[in-house]
């Protein structure tokens, strides 16, 4: 080992905890190609793929990217527990795994705030769609919950099975062949949680509907279907259980059909039939198209299909297998009938014109374009259940996306068609992207921090891509133009024309351009491309028909006027009634590629490289030869030798030295000047050598995987110490804040009771801190306790030195309370208030009726307005009366008692009977009002006495005693002028004589003369 770090440690101890480090790591091979010694050598990465394999470590990084070998067996890998492990822990820190690139790609999308892609590429089988389900698995079960979009998670896990029974298929090198491209962006709330998908979905290739490989079969659905579909469905449909009912499943096929499928380095892969049938592969022994089938079952429910939906999809589904029984005749004049019984009677019409080989071709169209369009249709349906909702789209918070990209893999058959041509464009295109991305900005990326370094050469195939999508002259180009050309076209002079236009391009050769060896193993027919991943001979037999992916007229019409609502959706009239023709299929492939491509490249992506480790889907074989094709065509070596030419880390500046920091003092624990001369101060510390590592402008790149490993190790050994210094600085820290707050708690409690010793001194520093603390208490209970009401008498006793203040305080908010309480009174209150106020200055401690009286409501009047007699009403004319009460008047003399109605206006009262004005009493005239003490309700109105020509005072009884003395004091404005005697009340009679009322209380309430010509009122006690 070579560091000066080592005369750190306690040599012996750290050598052995590094060394068995790394022997542990060497055992199963490295975990990250990059680490490699023999980075340059191809057996050394395929043998470290290979022991890692045997152990069933199936991931291995290069760099970022991450290699998976298909296990083809359930490993103990994807557990719940191992989600949680891969959480939010850094790629370098643990083992590589599918969930660490999950991880990764997700809180960069967090962190950053920038939309990722994961990019999942590898040949058939190799893994592509299972890793995709392990990584949307990851997002659903580690990611946080959106309350609006809870059942989210479930509706994008159970996208899965719906597509794959509708668009994969058993093939040759898969028994789950995804035959389709699959786009798939999961949108992201600022919370990180999923709040929405949708799904881009790329050429399915609809020939497998009428036509399957020997061993090959059709889509899964129907398989499932007939499985799984009970017996009521199945006779509904019309449908037989057995698959080899149905020509689509397993057809007699005309022509004789070879498939040998080779390897695409030429090696044979050993399956070879020469067979009179297609497909001819019902039952698959690694699936159960039976539980399949419940699975698709419940998924189509979760993701909201209806029941009326799911049946027309299978009535769909059904209408394509009894058309691939459609049998046709030929009649005597050439023309076609239908020999066998279907309820599609309305095709002997429609092909009618046709010949036999064209009624077997417009059969077969019209399957393929009601199955494809209806499996485009279920992807809109799954999009919509899966789209984001508006609320949260406007929410403003704006999303973020992760896109999976999950396509076909490059595939190379014996007979390859139109099919594998766009397929291996694709892949094409997807390797040129990783080239941009990976290989040139990895190159760009020394430019940029302005590292010395010498460039790598790598497979760039820009020209093959040119090859087959320039404009004019590319080969789409082309067969769309002999698609077009008026006149006599086939595929033959398709080829022709290629020949013509591309004759002498490096990667492209034919039959008749090629030299005798290529010669030999080519027909006449084909036309070979040279691509990136090797080559391949395409049959140009089909080329113009697939590309034109024409229907007949009169059957798209029928498909219009179709009740399946499904087809009506996919058929649309309009495409009947515009002829504008659609964009060639080759085209419409290119753009649909040209898209998914600005997609990709608007994101940060991550690559999952897949690997095939035999072609026997066997677990444990790991075919060496395969591999290295693999290998090879993936560019994995390219890939880490740019990655190791240079250096085989790097980290930026501040990721280093946070990690590494604990390693040197100055370092350690911060380091506060310029990160980059942090980072050289660490490595010269550590003794680097200058060959091992060079500092960039923002990052450092470190040569040798050995001088991480140490370094890495070293901080391992490191880690016990480091704890035990943080935990000690922890305790210490901890322990010294314990004893600082037990000395304030000492010296605070010494305060007080100095303070109370001295309280009653004048402030001075003994007893500053206790007063201040009494005062501050005293005000912050008080503000605890302060009164509610204004009737609520309590006040907490204040200190001493805040007597004053607690008097001010509690009138300013006593003020506040009645300010507050008048806000609140209604004007009908208010008069009603002024009232009691006054009858309280009059009889308050005065008189025994006064609580009962001023209990009770004062109302306007005792008197409703018909009980005062009109005339009388007349008589005042414009004198209002304000108040009017019943009364009892006695006579002067005898005190005889005459009932009266007393009415008060704002001038003067009159007492009336029936419909006489007795008397009249005017305010001003008024000397003054007497009652008694007691609870009786005498009063006497006492009337000026000069004149001889008056009658006197004026001696009255009145229910409402209180309320009628209240009112007529205020209105004659003399409330100073009622007098309350207790015992007797004198009173003048006519002619200047006097008369006594003398008031006594009793048992019984009585009025009466008494002995001395008194009038005796007896009130209760
Ligand atoms: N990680 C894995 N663990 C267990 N089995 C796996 C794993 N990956 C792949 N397999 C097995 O390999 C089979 C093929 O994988 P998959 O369907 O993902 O291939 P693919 O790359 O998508 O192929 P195609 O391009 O044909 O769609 C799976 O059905 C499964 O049996
Ligand atoms: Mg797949």
């Known amino acids: 080992m070579m560091f000066d770090m080592y005369t750190h440690f306690p040599c012996g101890r750290v050598r052995i905890v590094m060394e068995s480090a790394l022997t542990a790591r060497d055992r199963v091979g490295v975990q990250d190609f990059v680490l490699l010694e023999k980075y340059n050598s191809e057996a050394a990465l395929i043998e470290n793929l290979r022991r890692r394999f045997g152990e069933n470590l199936i991931y291995t990084y290069i760099g970022s990217v991450l290699v998976s070998v298909n296990p083809y067996k359930e490993l103990e890998m994807y557990s719940k527990q191992q989600m949680e492990r891969y959480r939010g822990v850094s790629f370098y820190e643990i083992s590589p795994h599918i969930y660490a690139l999950s991880d990764n790609t997700y809180r960069a999308m967090r962190t950053e705030r920038k939309d990722q892609c994961i990019m999942i590429s590898g040949e058939s089988g190799a893994g592509k769609t299972e890793a995709s389900k392990k990584i949307l698995l990851y997002y659903t079960v580690t990611c946080p919950i959106n309350e609006h979009m809870a059942t989210l998670g479930d509706r994008l896990l159970q996208s899965n099975p719906v597509l794959e029974a509708f668009g994969n298929a058993k093939t040759f090198r898969n028994d789950n ?107 698959l022994s690694s699936v159960s198209d039976k539980n399949n089938w419940k699975v698709v079952m419940k998924a189509l429910s979760v993701i909201g299909f209806t029941e009326e939906e799911v049946q027309k999809l299978l009535d769909i589904i059904a209408s394509v297998l009894h058309l691939g029984n459609t049998q046709f005749g030929e009649g005597e004049e050439g023309e076609t009938y239908i020999t066998t019984e279907t309820q599609i009677t309305h095709l002997a019409k429609m092909i009618s014109p046709l010949n036999f080989e064209q009624a077997m071709s417009a059969r077969d ?64 295109k997807l390797q040129q992207l990783f080239i941009e991305l990976t290989l040139r900005s990895e190159q760009e990326e020394y430019e940029t921090e302005g590292i010395a370094w010498e460039t790598v050469q790598y497979i760039d195939n820009k020209i093959i891509c040119d090859l087959i999508e320039e404009k004019h002259k590319g080969i789409i180009s082309i067969l769309d133009e002999e698609c077009l050309r008026p006149g006599e076209t086939c595929d033959v002079s398709f080829l022709e024309k290629l020949e013509d236009t591309l004759g002498g391009h490096p990667h492209f050769v034919t039959h008749k351009l090629a030299n005798g060896k290529t010669r030999r193993v080519m027909s006449r027919e084909e036309f070979r491309l040279l691509h990136y991943a090797g080559e391949v001979n395409y049959n140009v037999n089909g080329f113009l028909d697939k590309n034109n992916d024409l229907l007949n007229r009169n059957l798209k019409e029928v498909m219009c006027q179709s009740d399946n609502q499904i087809l009506c959706h996919c058929f649309r009239r309009e495409e009947v009634i515009h002829q504008k023709r659609p964009e060639m299929a080759a085209t419409q492939f290119k753009n649909s590629l040209m898209k998914l491509m600005e997609i990709l490249m608007s994101k940060e992506p991550s690559y999952v490289r897949c690997i095939k480790p035999n072609d026997a889907k066997q677990p444990g074989r790991f075919d060496e030869v395969l591999v290295r094709h693999q290998v090879k065509y993936l560019g994995l070596m390219e890939n880490l030798r740019v990655r190791r030419a240079g250096f085989a880390y790097r980290r930026c500046f501040e990721a280093f030295l946070q990690r590494y920091k604990p390693l040197c003092p100055e370092t350690w624990p911060n380091w506060h000047g310029r990160l980059a001369d942090g980072v050289s101060t660490l490595v010269n510390h550590l003794g680097y050598k200058a060959e091992e590592y060079k500092l960039g402008r923002s990052k450092i790149f470190i040569r040798f995987p050995k001088t991480l490993f140490s370094t890495e190790d070293a901080l391992q050994a490191k880690k016990p110490e480091i704890v035990i210094t943080i935990q000690s600085a922890w305790r210490g820290m901890k322990a010294r804040r314990r004893a600082k707050r037990r000395r304030q708690a000492a010296e605070l409690i010494r305060k007080l009771i100095k303070g109370f010793i001295y309280r009653h001194e004048e ?130 003399r005898g005190f005889k008692p005459r009932p009266r109605q007393l009415l008060l206006t704002n001038t ?41 020509k008056q009658k006197g005072d004026v001696v009255l009884h009145c229910d409402h005693v209180i309320e009628l003395v209240t009112k007529l004091a205020m209105m004659a404005g003399k409330v100073n002028y009622v007098n309350v005697s207790p015992g007797s009340i004198r009173f003048v009679l006519a002619r200047g004589k006097e008369g006594i009322i003398d008031f006594v209380r009793g048992s019984e309430l009585k009025v009466a003369k008494g002995k001395r010509g008194h009038l005796l009122v007896v009130s209760l006690f």
């Open 177 to 283: 062949s995804s035959r389709f491209g699959k786009y798939m962006d999961v949108q992201f709330d600022f919370r990180g949680a999923p709040v929405g998908g949708h799904i881009l979905n790329y050429l399915l290739e609809k020939s497998r509907v009428v036509h399957q490989n020997h061993g090959e079969r059709n889509f899964h659905i129907f398989y499932q279907l007939l499985d799984g579909g009970d017996d009521d469905l199945l006779t509904t449909l019309a449908l037989e259980r057995n698959p080899q009912s149905y020509n689509y499943l397993v057809k007699v096929c005309v022509c004789v059909c070879v498939c040998v499928c080779v390897c695409v380095c030429g090696i044979n892969r050993g399956i070879i039939c020469n067979s009179l049938v297609q497909g001819n592969c019902p039952r």
């Open 365 to 428: 169209a019209l399957a393929k374009a009601v199955y494809g369009r209806t499996f485009t249709w279920l992807v809109e349906k799954i999009n919509q259940s899966l789209a984001l909702k508006e609320e949260i789209y406007h929410s403003g918070k704006g999303c973020t996306v992760i896109g999976l990209l999950d396509i076909y893999g490059f595939e190379v058959l014996q007979h390859n068609s139109f099919e594998q041509f766009c397929i291996n464009y694709c892949n094409e």
């Open 763 to 892: 402030y001075c520093p003994e007893n500053e801190y206790f007063l201040d603390h009494v005062r501050c208490s005293f005000l912050k209970n008080l503000r605890k306790n302060l009164p509610k009401s204004v009737l609520d008498q309590n006040w907490p006793t204040p200190p001493p030195s805040l007597v004053e203040t607690s008097d001010h305080l509690r009138r300013l908010h006593m003020r506040n309370m009645v300010m507050k309480y008048c806000r609140r009174v209604q004007p009908e209150w208010k008069k009603q208030m002024m009232q009691k106020v006054i009858a309280s200055e009059i009889f308050k401690d005065q008189k025994d009726s006064y609580p009962q009286g001023v209990g009770r409501l004062f109302l306007d009047s005792r008197l409703e307005r018909e009980q005062i007699n009109l005339k009388v009403v007349q008589t005042l004319g414009n004198d209002k009366v304000q108040y009017g009460v019943s009364v009892v008047k006695y006579d002067r």
């Open 908 to 948: 003067f009262a009159v007492l009336v009977e029936r419909t006489k004005i007795k008397q009249r009493v005017d305010y001003t005239a008024l000397r003054g009002i007497s009652v008694s003490s007691l609870s009786d309700g005498m009063f006497v109105l006492h009337m000026p006495n000069e004149d001889n």
